[in-house]
Structure formats: C-alpha cells, structure tokens
C-alpha cells in the first residue's frame, strides 16, 4: 500500500498534469496509506484533507461506532493521525 500511496501522492500533489493544492486521502487504509501522502504535501507545500467524519446521513453507520475504549471510531483515527502526523 505504502508505494502505492507514494504514486498517487506524486501524481496529485507534485507539478504534474494531474496535481492541485490539495487532495482528500481516507485514513481507512492505515498509516502506510496515508502518510506518503503527508511526505508529498509537506514536500511540496500542498494540503490534506483526511478524512474523519463526513457529512451524509449514513456516515454513522461506520464513523460512529463506538470502540472498546467508549471513543468512537472517527476521534480515534483523529488522534492516531495526530500522533504520527
């Protein structure tokens, strides 16, 4: 994945035909999915959307659920990010 995630990160995130400012990433993937795209962003003065909790009615059904802890999902991710960002 992590390989995988450097490709796509330079195709959106460099100088290329296929780059902007910034790209949405789904931290779902685990770290190795997300972080060459944080290398990339930062290398090149580019932003990040991760992301935690969205908006659509059903986001819940998954981003809600509650973990062993009582946290639910999408503050968990939030500060395992937060913690290797």
């Given at each position: 994945m992590g390989s995988t995630s450097k490709v ?44 935690l909790k969205t908006s659509n009615p059903s986001s ?26």
């Open positions: 796509y990160a330079k195709a959106f995130l460099t100088n290329g035909s296929l780059s902007g400012d910034m790209v949405t990433v789904n931290p779902f993937l685990g770290q190795d999915g997300y972080d060459p795209f944080i290398e990339v962003a930062e290398e090149n003065n580019k932003g990040l959307f991760l992301l819940s059904e998954i981003q809600d659920l509650k973990l062993q802890n009582g946290e639910v999902l999408y503050m968990q991710i939030a500060q395992f990010i937060n913690t290797f960002a």
